[in-house]
């Protein structure tokens, strides 16, 4: 009984000492890969930061781009005229405001003009068919001031510039304004005032 007694107290040593080799090894490897974990944390705050200043440095240079890209855009279709622009849809930037298309007739008068209300004859017309090729969505124009304050309608079809854009355009030189009306029988008529502020 004592060799018994003595094999399940060796036994017992060895699963202890066996034990505390495996709870040893395993703190040892869980201190590792916490060490690893700490390390990568900060190397990720590390590159959180850089990304940060990468980030802010880029934002800086998209500025710096859109003021210079800005600087090269005409700010009206007389300005798009003169750098040798014939298209309807122009991209213009007015003084004060963000980039924007506006619809320009380079045709009539010498061209240059930038289209600030577009209306378009009433459906029943027979001039509604041969001289507009535009959306057939019509605008509801009985409205706040407010509303008109902003842009609304579609440059494809019926329109308003928008007060606040309108007074961009002229508000630092003075403009020619030219009205042209088409009424339902294709009749044409036109008036221009040398200076609109």
Known sequence: MTNLLHFD??????VL??????????SE?????????????????????????LVSHLVDEVKDIKMYLRELLPT????AKLRGSWTTKTLVSP???????????????GGGWTLVLR????????????????????????????????PFGSLDGEFWIGLDVLHALTAET???????????NGNSR???????R
């Open 9 to 14: 107290i060796v036994s017992l040593l060895l």
């Open 76 to 79: 009206d279709c007389y300005a």
């Open 174 to 184: 003075p403009h020619e304004l030219l009205v042209k009306i088409t009424d339902d």
């Open 190 to 196: 036109q008036a221009k005032w040398k200076t609109f």
């Open 95 to 109: 003084p004060g405001l963000s980039p924007r298309h506006v619809v320009c007739d380079q045709q009539t008068s």
């Open 17 to 26: 000492i066996m034990t505390t080799y495996t709870v040893s090894a395993a």
């Open 29 to 53: 490897y869980l201190g590792n890969k916490s060490n690893n974990v700490e390390k990568g944390i900060t190397q990720l705050h590390q590159d959180e930061l850089g990304t940060a200043e």
């Open 119 to 150: 209306r378009q004859p009433a459906p029943h017309s027979s001039h509604h068919h041969t001289h507009y090729a535009l959306s057939t969505t019509r605008e509801n124009f009985n409205c706040s001031w407010n509303t008109y304050k902003s």
